[in-house]
Protein backbone atom coordinates (compact mmCIF):
# COMPACT_ATOMS: atom_id res chain seq x y z
CA UNK A 1 0.00 0.00 0.00
CA UNK A 2 2.94 2.34 0.64
CA UNK A 3 6.11 2.48 -1.72
CA UNK A 4 9.31 3.82 -0.60
CA UNK A 5 12.08 4.93 -3.00
CA UNK A 6 15.70 6.05 -1.44
CA UNK A 7 17.92 8.60 -3.36
CA UNK A 8 21.41 9.76 -2.68
CA UNK A 9 23.72 6.74 -1.95
CA UNK A 10 27.40 6.63 -3.21
CA UNK A 11 30.94 7.17 -2.40
CA UNK A 12 32.28 9.87 -0.12
CA UNK A 13 35.49 10.13 1.45
CA UNK A 14 36.01 10.42 4.91
CA UNK A 15 35.08 14.04 6.55
CA UNK A 16 32.65 14.67 3.70
CA UNK A 17 29.05 14.51 3.31
CA UNK A 18 25.57 12.93 1.60
CA UNK A 19 22.21 13.31 1.62
CA UNK A 20 19.66 10.52 1.52
CA UNK A 21 16.02 11.16 0.14
CA UNK A 22 12.95 9.00 0.72
CA UNK A 23 10.04 9.18 -0.83
CA UNK A 24 7.02 7.45 0.13
CA UNK A 25 3.83 6.92 -2.93
CA UNK A 26 0.65 5.05 -2.78
CA UNK A 27 -1.17 5.52 0.72
CA UNK A 28 1.61 7.75 1.33
CA UNK A 29 -0.90 10.09 3.80
CA UNK A 30 -1.59 7.20 6.42
CA UNK A 31 2.44 7.14 7.04
CA UNK A 32 3.44 9.02 10.52
CA UNK A 33 6.84 8.04 11.47
CA UNK A 34 9.79 7.47 9.46
CA UNK A 35 12.89 6.15 9.66
CA UNK A 36 16.76 5.50 8.55
CA UNK A 37 18.18 2.44 9.51
CA UNK A 38 21.31 0.95 8.25
CA UNK A 39 22.67 -2.46 8.47
CA UNK A 40 26.64 -3.84 8.40
CA UNK A 41 27.10 -7.74 7.68
CA UNK A 42 26.48 -9.66 10.49
CA UNK A 43 24.99 -7.41 12.48
CA UNK A 44 20.88 -6.71 11.83
CA UNK A 45 19.55 -3.59 10.75
CA UNK A 46 19.97 -0.48 13.69
CA UNK A 47 18.25 2.84 14.03
CA UNK A 48 20.43 5.66 12.47
CA UNK A 49 17.63 7.99 12.94
CA UNK A 50 13.89 8.45 13.50
CA UNK A 51 10.78 11.24 12.70
CA UNK A 52 7.17 11.77 13.17
CA UNK A 53 4.72 13.96 11.49
CA UNK A 54 4.40 15.56 14.65
CA UNK A 55 8.23 16.08 14.92
CA UNK A 56 9.49 14.25 17.27
CA UNK A 57 13.13 13.10 16.90
CA UNK A 58 15.27 9.70 17.74
CA UNK A 59 19.11 9.13 17.22
CA UNK A 60 21.43 6.45 17.40
CA UNK A 61 24.44 7.29 19.43
CA UNK A 62 26.91 6.49 17.11
CA UNK A 63 25.17 9.43 14.80
CA UNK A 64 24.54 12.03 16.81
CA UNK A 65 25.96 15.63 16.30
CA UNK A 66 26.74 14.55 12.71
CA UNK A 67 23.35 13.08 11.00
CA UNK A 68 19.98 15.40 10.96
CA UNK A 69 16.61 13.46 10.16
CA UNK A 70 14.01 16.30 8.48
CA UNK A 71 10.99 15.44 6.42
CA UNK A 72 8.45 17.21 4.45
CA UNK A 73 4.95 16.24 5.24
CA UNK A 74 3.33 17.78 2.47
CA UNK A 75 5.42 16.00 0.23
CA UNK A 76 6.09 12.75 3.07
CA UNK A 77 9.43 12.48 1.97
CA UNK A 78 12.36 11.99 4.85
CA UNK A 79 15.94 13.28 4.25
CA UNK A 80 18.86 12.38 5.91
CA UNK A 81 21.71 15.10 6.31
CA UNK A 82 25.23 12.67 6.82
CA UNK A 83 27.95 15.56 7.60
CA UNK A 84 31.31 14.19 8.47
CA UNK A 85 31.08 11.10 7.57
CA UNK A 86 33.38 8.11 8.73
CA UNK A 87 34.50 4.57 7.21
CA UNK A 88 32.25 2.66 9.82
CA UNK A 89 29.37 4.67 8.16
CA UNK A 90 29.73 2.58 5.54
CA UNK A 91 26.64 0.56 5.12
CA UNK A 92 23.56 0.22 3.10
CA UNK A 93 21.14 2.36 4.09
CA UNK A 94 16.97 1.68 4.20
CA UNK A 95 14.41 4.05 4.57
CA UNK A 96 11.22 2.59 6.60
CA UNK A 97 7.86 3.67 7.53
CA UNK A 98 4.80 3.13 9.94
CA UNK A 99 1.20 4.09 10.29
CA UNK A 100 2.02 4.50 13.77
CA UNK A 101 4.83 6.53 16.05
CA UNK A 102 7.06 4.35 17.04
CA UNK A 103 10.61 3.40 15.71
CA UNK A 104 11.15 -0.17 16.24
CA UNK A 105 11.91 -2.25 13.20
CA UNK A 106 9.40 -5.18 13.63
CA UNK A 107 6.50 -2.09 13.64
CA UNK A 108 7.37 -0.45 10.87
CA UNK A 109 5.62 -2.00 8.31
CA UNK A 110 6.87 -0.30 5.17
CA UNK A 111 10.56 -0.60 3.93
CA UNK A 112 12.65 0.47 1.17
CA UNK A 113 15.22 -1.38 -1.16
CA UNK A 114 18.28 0.83 0.53
CA UNK A 115 20.93 2.30 -0.80
CA UNK A 116 24.41 2.11 -0.42
CA UNK A 117 26.69 4.57 1.52
CA UNK A 118 30.60 4.22 1.10
CA UNK A 119 33.52 6.06 3.00
CA UNK A 120 36.93 5.65 2.52
CA UNK A 121 39.64 6.46 4.45
Known amino acids: QVQLLESGGGSVRAGGSLRLSCKASGDRWSVNAMAWYRQVHPRPRELVAG???????TYGDSVKGRFTISRDNAEVTAYLQMDNLKPEDTAVYYCAASTGSVFVAALLEYWGKGTLVNVSA
Open 51 to 57: ITTGGSL
